[in-house]
């Protein structure tokens, strides 16, 4: 049997801090196009627009962070992934992802532990950094008053809460609908809200309401290892749209997607799983085995499955960006 999942090494690290990060040298120029994975710049204005940042791609004891200058093969890999992960829109969103200096996957898995402090360490401060350089630069040049979607998974979605902490723009009033930050680890529906209280921007709690932040990790009910979840952690549940713990059947599951990158094709799956929220462990649980295909056994424990938090829902999340944007338009309209 042919095993459609992801061959990749995503890894939860936080940079959460509220204070500025310290000056880094460097920082990368996002005036240069060869510094994003894909600019849509010149295609034509769709639905919305796509910011997005991937999640850790590369494990190298050697390099502290991602370095993709010189290195096709990382480049390729990462304009792979990003093409497959943002492709569940369909062609009709403009899509700016650039490449961003994250923590390698060894060190920080390291800094996930119990007791790490992971919300004010430094070292992963570099990969927010050029996230907030990047949307800087995009909402000034590209956005043009578009409403537009924040997407990221992994150390990716740790980049973009940073972000929006730090770029006051950020509000539904210039354009943004919601940030899908997929795989967020033990962040609370009160720190969140704590957070970005000044802006109005919370916890998504339906599946229409704009100028929200939407989140879950996922999990098999057998899994031993929390992981990235703990009691009060905030989830969603990405097929009912709810935050209690009622269960969504295989019925309203849109589809799963994985893409295969020998073949470099997708595959898309119907119903493929149900889903409900464990509020004990603030994770989201599916109806598949622990120790299966689709878990990161051989690096977050069994049943774990973080690795496919977007996968298994990818139709869902589609229908769900484009519900929102279509809120944002009938409460933001322009002339």
């Known amino acids: 049997m042919k095993r459609w999942f992801l061959l990749l090494f995503p890894v939860f690290c936080s940079v959460l801090a509220a204070r500025e990060p310290p000056p880094l040298a460097n920082v990368t120029d996002y005036r240069v196009r060869a510094n994003w994975v894909r600019c849509d710049a010149e295609k034509k204005a769709g639905a919305f627009d796509v910011f997005y940042v991937y999640p850790v791609l590369f494990a190298d004891k050697n390099r502290i962070v991602m370095e993709w200058r010189n290195d096709p093969k990382l480049q390729a890999k990462t304009t792979g992934f990003v093409n497959a992960q943002t492709g569940i829109f369909g062609p009709g969103v403009r899509v700016f992802a650039p490449y961003v200096r994250q923590l390698e996957y060894g060190r920080c898995i390291g800094l996930m532990g119990p007791g790490e402090d992971w919300r004010k360490t430094p070292a992963l401060f570099q990969g ?37 902490l730090l770029v006051p723009e950020v509000t539904v009033s210039k354009g943004f609908a919601a940030a899908y930050l997929i795989g967020l680890p033990r962040l609370t529906r009160r720190e969140i809200a704590s957070d970005f209280a000044r802006r109005g921007i919370m916890p998504a709690s339906d599946a229409s309401g704009v100028g929200v932040i939407v989140g879950w990790n996922t999990q098999a009910p057998g899994a031993a290892n929390p992981c990235f979840t703990g009691k009060g952690t905030f989830c969603i549940n990405p097929l009912n749209w709810r935050t209690d713990g009622k269960v969504a059947g295989k019925a309203e599951n849109a589809g799963a997607f994985f893409y295969d990158y020998r073949t470099k094709k997708g595959k898309t799956i119907p119903n493929f799983c149900s889903a409900r929220i464990d509020p004990v462990r603030g994770a989201l649980l599916v109806d ?3 120790n299966g295909q689709y878990d990161a056994k051989g690096f977050m424990g069994k049943g774990v499955f973080h690795m496919n938090d977007v996968w298994f829902f990818a139709g869902n999340l589609r229908d769900n960006a484009f519900l929102r944007v279509k809120t944002w338009w009938n409460t933001h309209k322009r002339k």
Not at 149 to 160: C, E, R
């Open 128 to 164: 927010a950094a050029d996230t907030v350089a990047a949307f800087r630069h995009y909402f000034k040049h590209f956005n043009g008053g578009r409403p537009y979607i924040l997407f990221g998974h992994s150390q990716g979605s740790i980049d973009l809460y940073r972000m929006m």
């Open 288 to 290: 598949l085995p622990v």
